[in-house]
């Protein structure tokens, strides 16, 4: 098992910054494929931003490029989103997510948090 807990969210204006955290316990932090996924009320959950399990590729969907980005430390089991030039359409709620060795883009992740608010005013 691996326990997922999000922190960091919060209301901002547009164009504001925000930053989000996820903390690791459990199973081998460096095993894990990290993504973070964002869902609006009554949308799917979609796609943010994925790290490797070395933090050597990194993968997000187009319309955060350029704008977030995603990094981890494997010694603190750490993994942030760092969420500049935010938008309206940006609010979520913002999922933390785990998968073992393989990246994908879909919500097929083992574990999840339990995600964290972030709301973006225009």
């Known amino acids: 098992q691996v326990q997922l807990v999000e922190s960091g969210g919060g209301l901002v204006q547009a164009g504001g910054s925000l930053r989000l955290s996820c903390a690791a316990s459990?199973?081998?932090?460096?095993?894990?494929?990290m993504g973070w996924f964002r869902q609006a009320p009554g949308k799917e959950r979609e796609f943010v931003a994925a790290?490797?399990?070395?933090?050597?590729?990194?993968y997000y969907t187009d319309s955060v490029k350029g704008r977030f980005t995603i990094t981890r430390d494997n010694a603190k089991n750490t993994v942030h989103l760092q969420m500049n030039s935010l938008k309206p359409e940006d609010t979520a709620v913002y999922y933390c997510?785990?998968?073992?060795?393989?990246?994908?883009?879909?919500?097929?992740?083992?574990?999840w948090g339990q995600g964290a608010q972030v709301t973006v005013s225009s």
């Open positions: 997510a785990a998968r073992y060795h393989l990246v994908t883009t879909t919500p097929t992740y083992d574990y």
């Open positions: 790290i490797t399990m070395s933090g050597g590729n990194t």
């Open positions: 459990g199973r081998t932090f460096s095993d894990y494929i």
